[in-house]
């Protein structure tokens, strides 16, 4: 597993049931299963092709991994699974997931969230839907800085800051400085085609905060 999955099974709790949400290569499916840090493991993916991969790599502990074919959580039942991994989406895609599964407000389910991009708006798009953040790993890939979002469900909704957006809880980690260099083209990028609103101007604000630091990172 690279370092983003590493991260990601960090957050399971163990003896808990997980679903890895676009579980491709089933390589952290086979992990939770493998090592025995989940009873049971329901690996899950919206295309055949990448579950059929999964299969392969969880074929040792057949016994203890469920295969599903379909979209975001829409293939468990309420309850199947506490420990909710949805990693390599990108930040609309996994909100989508979770505004398609109402069931997941609840703070009983633990979920770990490994945006690809636009991690500042999965931050934003958790505190308006009432998730609070319980941890962030920061942690590199592929020459690339990923963060691994550990959040839970306490009703409390708010529209945070530009800070929070922009750095969550990763404020004192390794690696914070190259971390924040990294997302400062993107989210100018994702600016421009942005519509006039609220999110636009949370945006403007964090472009300004990055600008401001440029000479500190
Ligand atoms: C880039 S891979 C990430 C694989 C692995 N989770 C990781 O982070 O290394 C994204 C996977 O998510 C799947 N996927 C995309 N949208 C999905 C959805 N709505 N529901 C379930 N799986 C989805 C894709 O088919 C693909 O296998």
Request: with cysteine.
């Amino acid at each position: 597993m690279d370092a983003r999955l590493s991260a990601a099974a960090a957050y399971v709790r163990p003896g808990h049931p997980a679903a890895d949400i676009g579980c491709d290569h089933g390589k952290l499916s086979a992990w939770l299963a493998g090592s025995g840090r989940c009873p049971r493991v329901f690996a899950c993916d919206l295309r055949p092709g990448p579950l059929a991969k999964a299969k392969v790599t969880c074929a040792p502990w057949a016994d203890r991994v469920q295969f599903r074919l379909g979209s975001g959580l829409s293939v468990l039942k309420p309850g199947e699974a506490t420990e909710l991994i949805i990693a390599g989406m990108g930040a609309e895609t996994i909100l989508e997931i979770l505004d398609a599964a109402p069931w997941v407000q609840d703070p009983a389910y633990n979920l770990i969230l490994v945006p690809a991009t636009k991690h500042s708006i999965l931050r934003l798009g958790l505190a308006r839907r009432g998730f609070a953040l319980a941890g962030e790993t920061l942690c590199q890939a592929a020459g690339r800085w990923y963060t691994v979002v550990n959040a839970r469900f306490d009703g409390r909704t708010f529209t945070p800051g530009a800070w929070f957006c922009l750095t969550g809880l990763t404020a004192g980690q390794a690696g914070q400085a190259g971390y924040l260099a990294q997302q400062r083209p993107k989210v100018e990028k994702y600016r421009r085609g942005l519509a006039p609103g609220p999110e636009a101007e949370a945006v403007d604000e964090l472009i300004r905060i990055l600008k401001q630091m440029e000479g500190e990172i």
